[in-house]
């Protein structure tokens, strides 16, 4: 027996039994296989280099060093995570500058109006580092994580207003975040290898200024319960949050996360997996992972960023693999969404979906030069399912 059939056997005899979506209307119990996509095969590439389903079109919104068409603002070098945010007359792309200091690191806004057609592009964070990924609010902010040691999360706010530091979320290399409304907690992963999942838990919800940080407890399986224990010092000096609490569970070098309906999804790049957690029953398994595709070979590797769509999709971007945006449907099928041709040295960073839902921006982070200061910002528009 092969590694990859060793593993599958081992997570279907883990008796694994949450639904990775709640809109699966069976019960699935392993992680997601090769299947066609949605959408139909890719074409060949377009003008941008980009293979997308029929039906589909790209635009480019912006360059690294360059001023955003239609303002008089330069777009950030080695552009990350990103999110959307209405308005009221448009919307606003918000997205992650992964460079220091001095090199520029923070985030910048895109304006659009009702037609996606460009009005403003600004500064929202100055001056902080390797801003990597982060998450978006129920109230309108984007928080701003830094993928450095003691890394600290920024409170941005893309309708207007100054950033905030928010230490009380912790202190360590943080990587994205994810709001969830019906706990009022926030989700935190980190990039180490052996990297932790945490919650930060309000005294108010709508103010991150004060709160408890919480990690994950659990066993060593890729399936079973958890529970939260309290970080008795999210400054992690001279101690490590990672290295606070016994009984901590390891991920290999957290990434993306996205929440929705109860369940909480994270990616973990060491080991190209996709972990979920049943919120409602307090239990995890994965998702996703490379070596539990069978038959191979699999699609996605190099996992990254994650967000999802109304329709309860996943859209799970590549650092590496192949440049693709891979899609895993609600009843646990994968498959290629686009691919970004001739771009091997950069990754594909910040997918996120318009309000209505037919615009998916993302970013390649050193576009075709493999340098920071080559990132190129992207619009996908078509029939996505919502």
Same mark, same amino acid.
């Given at each position: 027996m092969d590694r990859r059939n060793m593993l599958r056997a081992t997570v279907l005899g883990a008796g694994a039994v949450a639904l990775p979506f709640t809109a699966?209307?069976? /019960?699935?119990?392993?992680?997601?296989?090769?299947?066609?996509?949605?959408? +139909?095969?890719?074409?060949? /590439?377009?003008? @941008?280099?980009?293979?997308?389903?029929?039906g589909f079109t790209s635009q480019i919104v912006a360059r690294s060093g360059q001023v955003v068409p239609g303002t008089s603002y330069t777009w950030h070098n080695a552009p990350d995570g990103g999110a959307v945010f209405a308005n009221g007359s448009g919307w606003v792309y918000v997205s992650n500058s992964e460079t220091s200091a001095g090199s520029g690191g923070g985030a910048s806004r895109i304006v659009f109006d009702a037609n996606g057609t460009v009005t403003g592009a600004s500064r929202i964070l100055s001056g902080t580092n390797n801003n990597c990924a982060g998450g978006r609010t129920p109230w309108n902010t984007w928080l701003s994580c830094e993928e450095v040691s003691l890394g600290r999360v920024w409170e941005t706010y893309p309708l207007g207003g100054a950033a905030v530091v928010r230490p009380a979320m912790g202190r360590f290399k943080h990587e994205a975040a994810a709001a969830d409304p019906d706990r009022r907690v926030i989700y935190l992963t980190e990039d180490e290898t052996n990297g932790k999942f945490y919650?930060?838990?309000?005294?108010?919800? +709508?103010?991150?200024?004060?709160?408890?940080?919480?990690?994950?407890?659990?066993?060593? +399986?890729?399936?079973? %319960?958890?529970?939260?224990?309290?970080?008795?010092?999210?400054?992690?000096?001279?101690? /490590?949050?990672?290295?606070?609490?016994? +009984?901590?569970? %390891?991920?290999?070098?957290?990434?993306?996360? @996205?929440?929705?309906?109860d369940r909480v999804w994270f990616t973990t790049k060491g080991d190209n997996r996709i972990w979920q957690l049943n919120l409602t029953t307090n239990t995890y398994e994965l998702a996703y992972d490379d070596n539990l595709v069978n038959p191979g070979p699999a699609p996605l590797t190099g996992v990254d960023n994650i967000t999802?769509?109304?329709?309860?999709?996943?859209?799970? /971007?590549?650092?590496g693999g192949n440049m693709e945006i891979c899609v895993i449907t609600p009843d646990g099928r994968i498959s290629v969404f686009l691919r970004i041709t001739g771009q091997s040295s950069s990754e594909i960073c910040g997918p996120a979906f318009t309000p209505v839902g037919n615009r998916l921006y993302f970013s390649s982070q050193r576009g075709t030069s493999g340098s920071s200061s080559g990132g190129i910002t992207y619009c996908v528009t078509g029939p996505f399912r919502t």
């Amino acid at each position: 027996m092969d590694r990859r059939n060793m593993l599958r056997a081992t997570v279907l005899g883990a008796g694994a039994v949450a639904l990775p979506f709640t809109a699966w209307s069976a /019960a699935y119990a392993a992680p997601a296989q090769n299947a066609p996509g949605p959408y +139909g095969p890719l074409q060949p /590439a377009n003008s @941008h280099g980009i293979q997308l389903p029929a039906g589909f079109t790209s635009q480019i919104v912006a360059r690294s060093g360059q001023v955003v068409p239609g303002t008089s603002y330069t777009w950030h070098n080695a552009p990350d995570g990103g999110a959307v945010f209405a308005n009221g007359s448009g919307w606003v792309y918000v997205s992650n500058s992964e460079t220091s200091a001095g090199s520029g690191g923070g985030a910048s806004r895109i304006v659009f109006d009702a037609n996606g057609t460009v009005t403003g592009a600004s500064r929202i964070l100055s001056g902080t580092n390797n801003n990597c990924a982060g998450g978006r609010t129920p109230w309108n902010t984007w928080l701003s994580c830094e993928e450095v040691s003691l890394g600290r999360v920024w409170e941005t706010y893309p309708l207007g207003g100054a950033a905030v530091v928010r230490p009380a979320m912790g202190r360590f290399k943080h990587e994205a975040a994810a709001a969830d409304p019906d706990r009022r907690v926030i989700y935190l992963t980190e990039d180490e290898t052996n990297g932790k999942f945490y919650r930060f838990v309000p005294n108010t919800w +709508g103010d991150l200024s004060t709160g408890t940080l919480q990690v994950m407890v659990a066993g060593s +399986g890729t399936s079973g %319960s958890f529970s939260w224990a309290t970080v008795p010092d999210p400054d992690g000096s001279p101690t /490590a949050t990672r290295s606070q609490v016994s +009984g901590a569970k %390891s991920f290999n070098g957290g990434e993306g996360c @996205h929440y929705s309906d109860d369940r909480v999804w994270f990616t973990t790049k060491g080991d190209n997996r996709i972990w979920q957690l049943n919120l409602t029953t307090n239990t995890y398994e994965l998702a996703y992972d490379d070596n539990l595709v069978n038959p191979g070979p699999a699609p996605l590797t190099g996992v990254d960023n994650i967000t999802g769509s109304s329709f309860g999709d996943l859209y799970v /971007a590549e650092d590496g693999g192949n440049m693709e945006i891979c899609v895993i449907t609600p009843d646990g099928r994968i498959s290629v969404f686009l691919r970004i041709t001739g771009q091997s040295s950069s990754e594909i960073c910040g997918p996120a979906f318009t309000p209505v839902g037919n615009r998916l921006y993302f970013s390649s982070q050193r576009g075709t030069s493999g340098s920071s200061s080559g990132g190129i910002t992207y619009c996908v528009t078509g029939p996505f399912r919502t």
